[in-house]
């Protein structure tokens, strides 16, 4: 099957760290590329982050380092950069979440791995463009959803302090932004035979993903109007309460509106300017939602989820994480694979989301640290020294 991935037969030499990262470097990997992941002596510090049954597989280095190879280097020793520029000469892609400052002493610049390499792409991932003042700082998911407005927004919904996204959504969001980035500079690369330096700066990524809505009136008025999608902010916009648990829902067409609020029983809301066409019902959200909510109140989940299935608007209860495996869609669809490992056992891990020709490309576990340093200096030993790594 690897074989048939759009990425088979490029390689990619993965110098990240903890998430945003080993994230973007997975979804290639997913999509067939051999991903060499240089660690340092003490690796990934996503190795020692979370549940864990062995040293240094730890629960959130599983989550976004399958289907890699692991070199282990030491990179402050000269023999260990000169096992670093042979790897680079044959591969397609560096890829580094590092402060540039500390490469840049190391000689890992961009200008150094494209003498070296002049048809690669070098990524980098980065707190703040290089060019701002900002440049050089480091960063950390919550930063950057402080930063970006994400955790102001948050507030203006709830009504209570600013609160972070309970998910490490600066990471994730920035490192399928790379993975995207990456595979069109590959596009580039393919086409007119050169390299490119790719600059992926979370702060920017961020403020661009967060006021794709949010920017709202600010795109008028010469920039001064107001900030802040009302349908996003209402805080009736939630999973809504009934007589025995929740329910999602999302009525958006003026046929959804119109047949829900007949079908409740209130022919005359049906009727109220508010609710007729979707400029109105933004503009009033929080009413909008909160008569919703009062509505739905008064019936069970099961009721109001028939209701909803006859008149076709997309609905659900609330479902818990632990419930996800034993979807029946995911299921059906084989979204869950069961990995047997020698040493953890039985390991569950959510699958490739995508289908190429049908298929769904298979997992492969995460590597232990330094697993494949002699496997894969062996392939580059004409053109490197002794080799100097530490071994697995």
Known sequence: MSRALPLAGIRIVDMCNVVMGPYATQILAQYGADVVKVEPPEGDDARRTGALHEP???????????????????LKSPHARSHLESLVRDADVLVHNIRPQKLNALGIDPESVMRTNPRIVYAMLTGFGQSGPYGGRPAYDDVIQGMSGLAELSARHCGGPPRYMPTIAADKTVGILAASAILAALMKQQREGVGSVVEIPMFESMVAYSLVEHMHGAHFHGGDGPMGYPRALAPWRKPFSTRDGYVCVMPYTDRHWQGLLNRLGSPELAADPRFCGIAQRSL?????????????????????????????IPATPVVRPEDLPHDPHLKAV????????????AMCFPGVPLLFDGVRPQLAPPPRLGQHTREILGENAANSPACTAVSP
């Open 284 to 312: 009033h959200s929080d009413y909008v939602y909160r008569t919703l909510g009062s509505l739905l109140a008064c019936h069970a989940t099961n009721a109001i989820l028939a209701i909803l299935a006859e008149l076709e």
């Open 334 to 345: 084989g979204f869950f694979q069961h990995v047997q490992d020698a040493g953890m056992g």
């Open 56 to 74: 240094n597989m730890a629960s959130l280095f599983l989550g976004v380092n399958r289907g890699k190879r692991s070199v282990v280097l030491d």
